[in-house]
């Protein structure tokens, strides 16, 4: 069941960014998203997509992608 509602969270992040893509908060959601379901590479694309969609995140980004 928990698998379940994590499938379902990820397919509702997947499609808040084809609805948004202009938003970074859009491709953090969907990031963490993948980092939940073990998929680290994926999770990294996302965050450097919100990245370079608004640099205040950057940094943050940047320090925490370092650290994989």
């Known amino acids: 069941q928990s698998q379940d509602k994590l499938d379902l969270s990820h397919a509702v992040f ?8 202009d938003y970074p908060s859009s491709y953090i959601y969907l990031g963490d998203s993948y980092a939940g379901i073990g998929e680290i590479e994926n999770a990294k694309d996302a965050y450097r997509k919100a990245s370079e969609l608004d640099s205040r995140y950057s940094t943050i980004f940047s320090q925490a992608l370092e650290g994989q």
């Open 14 to 21: 997947e499609l808040l960014v084809e609805i948004f893509p």
